[in-house]
């Protein structure tokens, strides 16, 4: 191959290597939950699946531990993302969590306090929602004492995160991407969290799915992006094009 055909090969080849990548750009798409709910040690038999508010709390606090369990349903984003760059041709590039804090207006809830707090991928989805509320709660689905049968040692660690002690306002949280997290969206299934404390002062009151504004509950926002063509198939592309430029 002479020095101008190589020239143009190695040309065509780039461009077509590197053309795909900038092809679209990437494309986020947000959703709200489909479930959450929030358990306390103080009261490890009641549920609160259909409170106004979740909560995370430290160990040893006046009104006990708390954590909190949300679920979105990816299939839209899924959807909407294999629409825009084709079935399976896209990749997660990152993936954060809107939360808005509230103020604790239930005597249960612990009084709001800077610490840091975490965020985990859970395995399962199969824990229930529930009905309860901090005013009448009830003990059907998932509490205290049910929530350790939902954990496997497969859960998968999304961050560790700072809050500032805050009543009100939202914060995005960036996310980790492990494997089990990645898979859900990939497959567009349902998608679960548990945020919980991580040190021995922390108390973090945040709006529920529940709460009457649409844009201060919790939100799941994920960014994608096209996958590059594989450079496999640009090999015959590249030296059918050669062959050519010889003739």
Known sequence: MNFKIRALTISVFASLTIAPAFAAPPLTVSSTPVADSFVSSANPVNNYGAGGALALSADGLPKGSFASLIRFD????????DATFGVGQWSVQSASLRLTATTPNNAIFNNADAGQFSVSWMESDAWVEGTGTPMVP???????????????????????????????????YTLNLPLGFTNDIWTGGLLSMRLFAEDSSVSYLFNSRNFGTVANRPELSITVVPEPTCIALLFPVVLLIAARHRR
């Open 74 to 81: 990816t299939a839209a984003a899924t959807t909407a993302f």
């Open 138 to 172: 009830t003990t059907t689905g998932v509490t205290f004492n049910t929530l350790p049968s939902f954990l496997s040692a497969n859960d998968a660690p999304l961050g560790s995160f700072t809050f500032g002690g805050g009543i009100s306002g939202s914060t995005i």
